[in-house]
């Protein structure tokens, strides 16, 4: 998986949790929470979906990780190659 | 101490065959139901009453996803009932503003929801949502109305099996009556028709309907009744002390004139009328009326075989030599929408005071001899002479049991 890949499934993620949301324009090295009505709990819901779609486990300690799309492709993105 | 009077300045409900009051009545007024059939998890196809109101009005898709449908349910009912009142929510002071609403349970949908999703997951708890405990906590219902509404008064649930919806009401008029709140938004609401445990449960106990045309089954009265048709709903009223309502000249549907609840003690199940009678006496007391001062009273009658009976002979012995009281049932139409019936069912019969016309039941083909009391409007509607007093009974579970008094206002 490229890290493109990787940023559009956390999109497609986004897309579902924060279904109001314009996506069409998310800068990826700008912090989600700046650009988009994003609460903790969405991120929560984040990590549950990549749990239970992906089988991929981000521990609390790492959640840091998820702060922007740039963040989310650089963490994510061996997790997901690790898979295969 | 003198108590004030509380009067009714708007309605928001939900039902079956309506989302606003005029097409209730309306579709009450014209044998119209709203009954179908629908799949449920475990148990497959089920009569229910489904409400197809628009939960976008009022609430994001974020918060449809997070939230419940319960908590959907009173934020249109909310927002319904502020919208009839004529009164902007955000110009009055909030802390000062309750809301209570009835519930006959809550939080089984999502818990069954959540055991379904970990299903998937060969049952490991890891996939367990987070937002299980704000979903499944009772106060959820208000407290997604006041999340909604910024309402920073109190705001929670009376569990009330299928009272609730009276109990809600008279909750807020207690708390007006003692100055805790100015303004009240009350009534009860119910998502049961999402989980498919209320339906096995009446199933186990014989007490599921059961009929080929969906708009038929729920048949209070009739000799054929097989039981109850399980329904969504809600219905919410807006409620103020006659002076706050008056000194912003609102729209007055009705006075709450009096109640009362009480407990059978003696089944988990099977109704009292010993206390039924005890109950709407009470009430009549309360409200200081006597029996034929009452012209509609609006019957619990859930269609099961042992429970109408009953409430019948309840009402036959409290209304015995009444020529001008109306008895009549809104189950036929809508089911039995639970936490939410209570306050739906009185909604159905408060155009009464203006129009004199009282809804009939429907689906009464055959009456059963049992049920055969005075004055019960079978099927077509009729006119009454007068229309001053409105007796709302609510019975539920557990031996709960309310009666409700609504009169025309006459300043």
């Not at chain 2, 007068?386 to 025309?408: E, H, P, T, W, Y």
Request: proline share 4%; net charge negative; with cysteine.
């Amino acid at each position: 998986m490229s890290k493109d890949e990787c940023k559009q499934v956390v999109l497609d993620i986004i897309a579902e949790i924060a279904p109001d949301e314009e996506l069409s324009d998310v800068k990826p090295e700008v912090a989600l929470r700046e650009q988009l009505d994003l609460d903790s709990m969405d991120f929560l819901d984040i990590v549950m979906e990549l749990r239970k779609k992906h089988g991929i486990e981000v521990p609390e300690s790492e959640y840091g990780q998820l702060v922007s799309l740039d963040s989310c492709a650089e963490y994510l993105t061996p997790k997901f190659n690790a898979l295969v | 101490m003198e108590l004030s009077r509380i009067v009714i300045t708007g309605v928001g409900l939900t039902a079956p065959n309506g989302n606003s009051l005029s097409e209730f009545r309306s579709n009450l007024l014209n044998g119209i139901a709203g009954i179908s059939r629908t799949e449920i998890r475990y148990m497959g196809e089920v009569l229910a009453g489904i409400c197809d109101f628009d939960p976008l009005r009022y609430q994001k898709k974020k918060e449809l996803r997070v939230g419940t449908r319960a908590g959907s349910i009173s934020i249109y009912c909310s927002r319904e009932a502020l919208k009839d009142s004529g009164v902007d929510i955000e110009s009055i002071n909030r802390d000062r503003v309750g809301i209570y609403v009835g519930i006959t349970e809550h939080g089984n949908v999502e818990t069954e929801n959540e055991i379904h999703n970990i299903s998937q997951f060969d049952y490991d708890t890891k996939f367990w949502t987070h937002h299980h405990n704000p979903r499944t906590v009772a106060n959820n219902p208000a407290g997604e109305a006041s999340l909604n509404l910024k309402v920073t008064g109190p705001a929670y649930t009376i569990g009330a099996a299928c009272a609730a919806g009276n109990l809600g009401v008279v909750h807020a008029l207690q708390m007006l009556q003692i100055g805790e709140v100015d303004f009240a938004i009350a009534g009860g609401v119910s998502e049961s028709i999402h989980t498919f445990g209320i339906f096995a449960g009446f199933k186990s106990q014989g007490a599921l309907a059961d009929h080929a045309d969906p708009n038929k089954a729920s048949r209070p009265f009739d000799a054929d009744r097989n039981g109850i048709v399980v329904s969504e709903g809600g219905a919410l009223y807006t409620l103020e002390r006659l002076e706050d309502a008056q000194a912003r000249d609102a729209k007055i549907y009705g006075e709450i004139a009096g109640y009362h609840v009480n407990s059978d003690a003696t089944d988990y199940v099977l109704p009292n009328p010993e206390r039924q009678t005890q109950c709407m006496r009470a009430a009549l007391k309360k409200a200081n009326l006597a029996p034929n001062d009452i012209h509609i009273v609006n019957t619990h009658a859930t269609a099961t075989p042992m429970g109408d009976i009953q409430e019948c002979q309840a009402i036959a012995e409290v209304f015995a030599d009444c020529p001008d009281t109306y008895v009549n049932n809104t189950k036929g139409f809508i089911g039995h929408a639970m936490g939410a019936a209570g306050a739906l069912e009185l909604a159905g019969n408060l155009p009464a005071f203006e129009d004199r016309i009282v809804h009939p039941s429907i689906n009464v083909d055959s009456l059963d001899p049992k049920c055969a009391i005075p004055n019960l409007v079978l099927n077509q509607s009729i006119e009454a002479k007068r229309v001053d007093a409105i007796l709302n009974n609510s019975f539920g579970m557990l031996g709960i049991n309310s009666a409700l008094i609504v009169k025309s206002f006459l300043d």
